[in-house]
């Protein structure tokens, strides 16, 4: 290592730690006063003060700046400059050119070997380096990566991946790094760019990229070999693998998922990196395959490549090096031929290297190591030997920074330089390196003599080099002192000294003693707001801090004087704030209402505004301002939802109970001073001084409020202020006489409020939804804007204004919640009295009092002479166009108005004297309205005449008549802004005045009147002094109330009483009742059973005919059952016909309305309420009732429907079954139950455990299946909320079937009918149900399926006289034992079959070939009806009556003998025909199968064909039997014939019921094509049960059963119509040639098994039967499962394998047996299961056709119900397969059977994807599914989508008419054979069209529709020939 200068060294301690000089070179030439001593570049890994990632209030800029700042002050953290000292103070000068790090340029150029090892540093770090780092941190935004020496750089999320993967991989918010990356991961990286720390020099900030298209920007496929290791992106996620990206166009790469660790657990994600190592390369599809096992990739050495350049050197890279030379500071390695590299000493292979390390590396000596970086510019290439990152793995960190360990041993000392030390820590001990400024607080001269080897030292951790897996420490005293070391360290609300660092706009960054940095804020440097933070905080300065918070490791500080001092308590959590503690917290945030203010991490509290201490009519914000400390007392604190209450006041107010004003009291005060919103008023309430009184509280008016604020002055005493709320100490008050005059009932609390009830209140905000109504201090309700307004159009914001008095209606209090809901709408909050208009005018009275300069009043004097209704003198002044101004010589200042209305035709002149009627007076502005008019000339002139006692007698008079609520008629005649003044002609010309307007409707544009229009309006208050002196009227077009027109009516406003008739008005209807109004402010409902009393004739909706704002006759039946409130006047109302028009003593009988109701009695109730199991009813007001969900309806459909069939508001009919008197509740059922009426029920209360009353046998039941029990047991179905049935096995289907349980699942609502009910001795009910369709009363609507057969499989035989010896019986497996089994037969009989007669042949495990469930059909063989006992055999009536040789015996055969046969071969020269009931095989040659020529033998005929044939010859001794099938061999044999036809149907019959149940053990031949239609359904179901007979458990079904009959349909149907149209002919040729090929291997099959005399019994024997049959699948799948019997699964392994080699490999279909088995094997016995069946998939797919091996693994998941598989295996298919319509249809179906949504989806996909001339197979096909097993509306809507297309298709006719018949809605089919018949069809098209009609109405039995039918056809025939 180069030595350095003591002038150098004293420097370096003066100025603290400087770089490298080395790190200089590269970048500028050395300068020989700046030659350093060769450092050991350490740098403290610690982690920034503000992390990446989370939100922030900062602008990105600030971040940055914020981030780039402590990134910087990390680094200048770094103490680890290592320094060594020269023993000469002169140095040569060769010395000082040489680079203390080796010079990253090798020395190439001087030809010297370097003395230094290449290290990487802030000064030499340049863009283009390759580094090897380690990732330290994964933010959302950026990663943290540890490089070598100690770096940190920095990857921001878009230079982490390349932008090609940005399609593939979905960033979900933000999160996609943590996804992708994780702490410790290793990564190869790039430089980008290096920015310049312009805070401190010689820092950078490093950043970095990770995109693989740098790293391997040399790379091409040909550098690409074998054995390499290479990073790669994974692209996307595929079935067997993942697809790779290299960064690189020009190649990509494949990672089979076999190879991949996934039993490592490790999750692949897109865009994850991955290293693998290169196992071949497809250079001709540029693809490159990978291993990625983590052992192999750690373990691959690079090989030596020819020609290898620089750029192929991937950081990470394994190669095999040879030492070359011993350097300074560590070694050189050479490598790859062509490449030296250094590793430094820090990266040795001994992480602990002692003095004496070189002696561990001779020259030459061989090692592995890993490149570190690459410098491409300098060539200059740093490797690693460290054991972990040989191993791929970062090394690992065992410490926490600020760890103090006291027992550290000194391993190594460099001189000069620092000390290595040993950690002791667990589980492996850590090396950490003290740098020499770091050991001691003075400078250390000798550091060898004060520390030798193997000493123990105390060190305290300062950072950690993750890439290296070394500490730093410190050994420093002052380390061991310091309060704050870490992160941790720091506590909030703790004082520490700190140094300023930085100074920027948004705030100062601060150090602590220990190297921690914190920000201090802006508004925290100091008390004031600070315009220039740099004159405030000196860079350097030190200075005293209080802890903020710690959030992450973001520390915040501050500088506030008033917090660094405080001796007040700490809050830093929300538990800290105690009632009652007083501490200091500044304010965040002021509003009108109060004060945020903010204490220590982060927790928050609120002072309202009563508790800021403000001065009346003071704002928050004119007092505090946002930054201020202020000193606060908690209130009120609650933890746990973080709320805490404050208060400025440092000791609450306390009043005595009874000084305490009360909410809603009236006070009185005295003005203090009148500030911009508000008047400051002295109060003389004890215990409170002033009171607020807002400008809009000043009056109701909204511009009288700011015309009273404008006149009023100090020293104005308010008589009347109502007590709003309290706010500290002080008083909100309002002026508002609608508020002040309801005091008393105006609400404080929530429990004051009642329903539908008006209330006098102030709206205290308005936003977009509604507006906010207040009442006594918080009190606020809310109107929604639906409620807000009669007119929904109009603007809210203008409607009303903040302040406004408001008259709200109740609508809704939810106690709960609290929350009120309001109407503000005038049509129910009109005012009922006169105090709107009646304030108005006191308050003008009021305004002009103080507008008068005389405080008495003196200057209003002349009101007196001008009152209303007076005749004054005066004189015209002016005359203007609206009217006439008059001036009057005792009041200059006063002036008088006539309107041209008012000059009643007179022609006035200016100047002249007029005598005129005073009409109103406006004292405010000194105007008086006039009129000249006679009527009120006269009526003056009457009084004057008089004396003036008589003139007090007539006005006493005229008062008398005007009463108080009467309605009167009234004339206009002046006006005015706010309000009109009326003439009352009837009662003497009266004068009146009524208001324009009402509280509620002040903003709402005014009602226009004109001069002399007529006008109703109530009398509210006569004259009086509180009224001015007026009359005042409410005007009915404002009020809107119902109408009164007799002044007796009015004042009966609680008159009312149950029973009286009233005339009310509809304003709303609801689902079960109407609201009406009447009279004045009185509501009312009529309830839904209140309208009707016609019991026999009740309306699904009674309210149909009504409608809002019709006027109805109604009877008040009741007072409501809510709350009592006075002013609610809420009644109960009948509008029944009888009621209304009934006479009152009927009606006090009727209005006692008693709960009379008896068990069985029938009852209507309207549905008010629903839930899942229960409906809710309301049978009157007061009674109401339950219905079950059961007891409502027995059809599954309506179940399944039963929310929506019973909505809210529908009538429903039901008997009552049972009475809570208490509770006024019936339980009803829909059935009647009457004949059981005998039990008196009404009295008890029945409960519901045990009500069967009214179920009875025979009954047809709806019920719910809640458990389906193992084996035989049947289900167990709910019928009632507490009552359940079983149904037997044998009760489950009509038919016998197999596996009757398929179909039904728990939860599925079914049908049942009752067949027996059976108590047992402890009270307990057992139920007998049946789901059979057959039986009486269970086909329902949706039910009626013509193709069961009533008579013969739905009877049960029930006794045991019904069985008698030879019948023929069916039956399911009940019990097996060893030495036979039982069966069920029926619900109540039981057989038992012995062993000997379960089988003609021998039965090797009667447990597997007889499971439970499996259904049998067999012979009785006795019975004993003492004992009840049958027996029962399956033995075949052949095999038991006649031996195996009679069976193969010529001489039963007789010439001339008929008898039935079925086709076995068809050859081009005849028939080859087996003779049923033998073994025997006769051959019909050509000649004698038609008395005509035959040409086409094969086209005629079939393999399994029924066929009755004459025995011509037998010969006997070569045993051939000739066989004839003319016509004219039977012509005389019609009876024989019959018999023969009806044992054949026999044998079909017996057939296919074998048939039904073999084949869901038993296996469908592979044969089938997946797409290929089936001519003849018929044939192949009687071929397959040929060649299914004694089927191995092994072989199953690749088909489900219903497939084949969905597929064929549309081509059976072909068949029959196209019999004559040839166009099809070379299809049906190319179809049938396949057929007779599939038969062929079926019948081959079939011969297999009737030759197999004897089963072989050991393998031997089965090795001998496979090498005669090589190519039979039956015969290998026999031998696979009698290896399994014997346990050998192995065994059966291999001959499965051997059998798939063996099989010829154009026997594809015996092969895809084989492969079926083998499935099932696996299946059964795979280790595991599931990726055994997998894995031989896998393998298939190569062998076989893929579709059909995807079926077949489809079919067994089926079978197996493994549904989760099925349905992922049927997603790849309709992704592989798109273009089949087979997988299409198998998805449909699936879908269907599962009863899941989404069908229509699915359909949508498969019409894009299949091709145009599939689409009619797919959708008729789906359209058949749809009627069979969905919904058939949707089989419909694509029958007649496709018929529309192709209307002339009467194949598609044809099934879309048998779908109907299957349903058998009469209706439906007829008008679809009508429309099918109405058609222009050719006429064999329509022949077949007609002859389905007629056979189907046949089938009805309507002889007229037959009629009618034929009369169509033979119209129709008419017509053609015409």
Not at 232 to 239: G, L, M, P, Q, T
Not at 618 to 628: D, F, K, W
Not at 1233 to 1244: L, V
Not at 1717 to 1733: D, K, S
């Amino acid at each position: 290592m180069a030595a350095t200068s003591k002038k150098s060294q004293k420097r370096k301690s003066k100025d603290g730690p400087k770089l490298n000089k080395a790190s200089k070179k590269p970048f500028k030439a050395a300068k020989k006063e700046s030659s350093d001593a060769a450092a050991l570049q350490l740098a403290d890994d610690d982690v920034p003060v503000f992390p990446r990632g989370g939100g922030s209030t900062l602008s990105q800029r600030e971040r940055d700046e914020i981030y780039a700042e402590v990134d910087a002050e990390l680094e200048a953290e770094e103490r680890g400059l290592n320094k060594k000292k020269k023993k000469k103070k002169l140095q040569r000068k060769s010395n000082e050119a040489v680079d203390d790090l080796g010079s990253l340029f090798g020395d190439g150029i001087t030809g010297k070997l370097p003395r230094y090892a290449n290290k990487i540093t802030w000064k030499n770090i340049s863009p283009g380096m390759r580094l090897w780092g380690v990732v330290a941190e994964v933010n959302e935004k950026d990663l943290v990566i540890s490089l070598p020496g100690g770096l940190r750089g920095l990857a921001r999320a878009t230079d982490a991946l390349d932008p090609v993967l940005d399609t593939e991989v979905e960033d979900s918010e933000g999160n996609l790094l943590p996804t992708i990356f994780h702490v410790g991961q290793l990564v190869s990286c790039t430089v980008l760019q290096l920015d310049d720390d312009k805070k401190e020099n010689g820092k950078r900030k490093i950043w970095l990229s990770l995109r693989l298209s740098l790293l391997h920007k040399g790379f091409t496929l040909d550098a690409v070999q074998e054995g390499m290791v290479l990073t790669a992106y994974v692209k996307s996620i595929e079935d067997h693998g993942y697809i790779l990206h290299f960064g690189l166009p020009s190649f990509t790469g494949f990672l089979p998922k076999k190879s991949q660790a996934e039993s490592r657990g490790i999750e692949v994600k897109p865009g994850q990196l991955l290293q693998g190592v290169v196992r071949s390369i497809d250079r001709t599809r540029k693809v490159v395959y990978l291993s990625s096992d983590p052992d192999t990739v750690s373990k691959c050495v690079t090989k030596d490549l020819k020609g290898i350049s620089i750029d192929l050197l991937i950081p990470g890279m394994m190669v095999s090096a040879r030492v070359q030379s011993i350097l300074e500071n560590g070694i050189m390695l050479s490598f790859l031929t062509y490449f030296t590299g250094t590793v430094d000493i820090f990266h040795l292979q001994n992480t602990f290297p002692t003095t004496n390390w070189r002696n561990d590396y001779s020259q030459n000596k061989k090692v592995n190591a890993r490149i570190l970086f690459v410098d491409p510019s300098s060539r200059a290439i740093g490797l690693t030997l460290n054991p972990y990152l040989l191993h791929n793995k970062a090394p690992p960190s065992h410490v926490k920074i600020g760890d103090i360990y006291d027992q550290s041993k000194v391993v190594r000392v460099d001189r000069g330089l620092g000390l290595l030390l040993d950690i002791p820590t667990t589980p492996a001990s850590i090396p950490a390196y003290v740098s020499i400024s770091d050991v001691a607080e003075e400078e250390v001269k000798k550091l060898e003599k004060k520390y030798k080897e193997g000493t123990r030292v105390r060190v305290r951790i300062l950072g950690f080099r993750h890439l290296e897996g070394l500490a730093t420490g410190i050994l420093k005293a002052s380390a061991f002192e310091g309060s704050v070391f870490t992160h941790s360290d720091v506590m909030p609300g703790m004082v520490v000294r700190a140094k300023v660092i930085h100074v920027d706009s948004f705030g100062a960054i601060v150090q602590f003693p220990g190297g921690v940095k914190a920000l201090c804020p802006l508004r925290h440097m100091s008390e004031f707001e600070i315009v220039k933070p740099g004159k405030k905080f000196k860079v350097g300065a030190e200075l005293v801090f209080r802890v903020l918070g710690v959030k992450s490791k973001r520390i915040t500080v501050t500088h506030k004087k008033t917090l660094v001092k405080s001796k007040l308590g700490i809050v830093s959590s929300y538990a800290d704030a105690t009632d009652g503690l007083i501490t200091h917290g500044w304010i965040t945030k002021i509003e009108k209402h109060g004060c945020f203010v903010r204490f220590y991490n982060g927790v928050q509290g609120f002072a309202s505004r009563s508790e800021l201490g403000l001065d009346p009519g003071c704002e928050p914000s004119s007092m505090y301002h946002v930054g201020q400390v202020v000193k606060c007392r908690v209130a009120s604190s609650i933890p746990a939802s973080r709320r805490i209450n404050l208060s400025f006041l440092m000791k609450p107010i306390r009043v005595s109970e009874d000084d305490l004003v009360k909410l809603g009291s009236i006070v009185s005060g005295v003005v203090d001073v009148v500030t911009p919103n508000a008047v400051i008023v002295y109060v003389n309430a004890k215990g409170y001084s002033k009171g607020t009184i807002s400008t809009e509280h000043l009056a109701d008016h909204h511009g009288h409020a700011t015309l009273m604020k404008s006149v009023i002055k100090p020293g104005y005493e308010f008589d009347q202020l109502l007590v709003l709320d309290i706010e500290g100490n002080s008083l909100l008050l309002s002026a508002k006489y609608s508020l002040i005059n309801s005091g008393q009932q105006l609400p404080s609390d929530v429990s004051h409020i009642h329903p539908h009830t008006v209330v006098h209140g102030y709206i205290c905000n308005l936003i977009e939804t509604g507006c906010f109504v207040r009442y006594l201090g918080r009190l606020t309700g809310f109107a929604p804007r639906s409620k807000a307004m009669d007119d929904q159009r109009a603007d809210l914001s203008k409607a009303f204004y903040v302040g406004q008095s408001v008259r709200s209606n109740i609508v809704d209090v939810n106690n709960d919640t609290g929350r009120i809901t309001l109407s503000l709408k005038q049509s129910c909050c009109s005012s009922t009295d006169a105090s709107f208009i009646q304030e108005y005018f006191v308050l003008e009275e009021k305004v002009a009092m103080l507008q008068s300069s005389d405080p008495k009043g003196s200057e209003l004097k002349w009101v007196e002479g001008f009152t209303i209704g007076s005749v004054i003198e005066g004189k015209i002044q002016e005359a203007k166009d609206v009217g006439v101004v008059v001036s009057f010589e005792k009041h200059s200042d006063v002036f008088g108005f006539i309107t041209h209305y008012q000059l009643g035709g007179a022609i006035v002149e200016e100047g002249s004297v007029i005598l005129a009627a005073v009409l109103d007076v406006a004292k405010t502005e000194r105007l008086v309205d006039l009129s000249l008019k006679t009527e009120f000339i006269d009526r003056a002139r009457e009084q004057s005449s008089s004396s003036q006692t008589h003139k007090k007698k007539r006005k006493r008079k005229a008062s008398k008549d005007l009463e108080v609520h009467q309605t009167v008629n009234a004339v206009v005649e002046i006006v005015k802004e706010n309000y009109l003044v009326l003439l009352l002609p009837e009662y003497d010309y009266a004068i009146g005045y009524a208001s324009l307007s009402d509280y509620n409707i002040q903003n709402f544009p005014l009602k226009q009147f004109v001069n002399g229009q007529s006008v109703i309006a109530t009398i509210m208050a006569l004259p009086s002094p509180s009224t001015a002196g007026r009359l005042l009227l409410l005007l009915k077009s404002v009020s809107e109330v119902s109408e009164t027109s007799s002044s007796k009516r009015s004042k009966k406003k609680s008159a009312y009483s149950i029973g009286s008739l009233v005339q009310a008005e509809i304003t709303e209807i609801k689902p079960l009742e109407l609201r009406l109004k009447f009279g004045i402010g009185f509501h009312g409902r009529v309830h839904i059973t209140e309208v009707n009393d016609d019991k026999n004739n009740i309306p699904e909706n009674p309210f149909s005919n009504f409608r809002v704002g019709q006027t109805v006759t109604a009877r008040i039946v009741a007072k409501s059952n809510q709350p009592d409130n006075k002013k609610s006047h809420h009644w109960e109302l009948s509008i029944k016909p009888t009621l209304v028009t009934g006479s009152s003593e009927l009606e006090s009988k009727l209005l006692s309305e008693e709960f009379d109701f008896s068990t069985g009695q029938c009852v209507t109730g309207y549905v008010y309420k629903v839930d899942s199991e229960w409906a809710w009813l309301t049978v009157s007001r007061e009674v109401k009732a339950q219905l079950f969900i059961l007891d409502s309806a027995c059809e599954p459909s309506e179940l399944q429907e039963f929310q929506k069939f019973l909505h809210v508001g529908k009538a429903v009919t039901g008997h009552v079954l049972s009475i809570n008197r208490e509770k006024k509740l019936l339980r009803l059922v829909r059935l009647p139950f009457g004949h059981q009426g005998s039990n008196k029920m009404d009295d008890n209360k029945i409960s519901d455990d045990n009500t069967a009353a009214h179920i009875n046998e025979g009954d047809i039941v709806g019920g719910r299946i809640s458990k389906i029990l193992p084996g035989v047991g049947g289900l167990v179905v709910q019928i009632g909320p507490h009552m359940f049935g079983r149904v037997h096995f044998v009760e489950l289907k009509d038919s016998w079937v197999h596996d009757p349980l398929s179909g039904y699942h728990e939860g599925q609502f079914v049908k049942c009918k009752v067949l027996e009910i059976s108590r047992s001795i402890k009270g307990t009910i057992h139920v007998d149900l049946s789901l059979r369709l057959s039986l009486d009363g269970m086909r329902g609507r949706s039910s009626s399926d013509l193709s069961i057969d009533v008579d013969t499989p739905g009877n049960r035989l029930e006794k045991i006289e019904d069985l008698s010896p030879n019948m023929a019986v069916q039956g399911y497996v009940k019990h097996v034992t060893s030495k036979g089994c039982f069966i069920l037969l029926s619900r109540k009989l039981d057989a038992k079959i012995l062993l000997s007669n379960l089988s003609d042949g021998f039965v090797e495990s009667p447990e597997k070939e007889f499971p439970v469930g499996k259904l049998v059909v067999g012979r009785v063989l006795s019975v004993e009806p003492l004992s009840k006992r049958v027996e029962v055999t399956l033995k075949t009536l052949n095999s038991s009556n006649a031996s195996k040789s009679e069976m193969n015996d010529l001489s039963s055969l007789h010439v001339g003998d008929i008898v039935s046969g079925r086709i076995k071969r068809v050859e081009s020269y005849g028939l080859f025909i087996i003779i049923d009931r033998t073994t025997l095989v006769g051959l019909c040659h050509v000649s004698e199968i038609s008395d005509d020529r035959v040409e086409n033998i094969d086209t005629k005929y079939r393999a399994g064909e029924k066929v009755m044939v004459k025995i011509l010859k037998v010969d006997e001794e070569k045993r051939r039997i000739s066989l004839g099938m003319k016509n004219s061999y039977f012509s005389g044999d019609n009876d024989l014939q019959m018999l023969s036809e009806e044992e054949t149907d026999e044998d079909i019959e017996e057939n296919g019921s074998h048939n039904h149940s073999s084949m869901l053990d038993g296996s469908l031949p592979a044969a089938e094509d997946s797409d290929d239609e089936s001519e003849d359904g018929e044939d192949m179901v009687l071929s397959q049960s040929e060649s299914r007979a004694s089927v191995p458990p092994l072989e199953v079904t690749l088909e489900d059963i219903e497939q084949p009959d969905v597929d064929n349909v549309v081509g059976q149907s072909t068949e029959h119509i196209d019999e004559a149209d040839n166009k099809d002919e070379k299809n049906k040729r190319r179809a049938k040639k396949k057929a007779k090929e599939e038969r062929e291997l079926e019948i081959r099959a079939a011969e297999e098994r009737l030759l197999e005399k004897d089963a072989p019994k050991t393998p031997d024997e089965f090795e001998r039967l496979v090498r005669s049959s090589p190519n039979s699948s039956f015969v290998w799948i026999k031998y696979m499962a009698f290896m399994l019997s014997l346990a050998d699964v192995e065994k059966a392994r291999s001959i499965a394998e051997r059998a798939l080699r063996t099989i010829n490999i154009r026997e594809e279909n015996e092969k895809l047996n084989i492969w079926v088995a083998y499935f099932n094997l696996e299946n059964e016995y795979g280790n595991p299961p599931e990726e055994a069946v997998v894995k031989l998939f896998q393998k298939a797919l190569q062998y076989l056709d893929p579709k059909k091996v995807h079926l077949a693994l489809l079919a067994m998941y089926e079978r197996t119900d493994q549904h989760k598989l099925a349905d992922e295996l049927l997603e790849k298919m309709t992704k592989k397969f798109k273009h089949s319509c087979k997988v299409w249809l198998r998805r449909v179906q699936r879908i269907l059977k599962q009863q899941k949504d989404g069908v229509q989806s699915v359909v949508q996909r498969a019409l894009l994807s299949l091709p145009r001339h599939k689409h009619i197979k797919f959708i008729s096909q789906t359209a058949i599914l749809e009627f069979k097993t969905g919904v058939p509306d949707r089989g419909r809507s694509m029958f007649e989508g496709i018929l529309r297309e192709y209307p002339k298709r009467t194949d598609l006719w044809s099934i879309y008419l048998d779908q109907e018949i299957r349903l058998g809605d009469v209706d439906l089919i007829r008008s679809l054979f009508e429309r099918a018949t109405s058609l222009s069809l050719p006429p064999k098209k329509m022949k077949f069209l007609f002859k389905k009609y007629l056979e189907y109405e046949k089938s009805v039995g309507d002889e007229s529709r037959i009629e009618y039918v034929k009369h169509r056809a033979m119209e129709y025939v008419e017509s053609t020939l015409a």
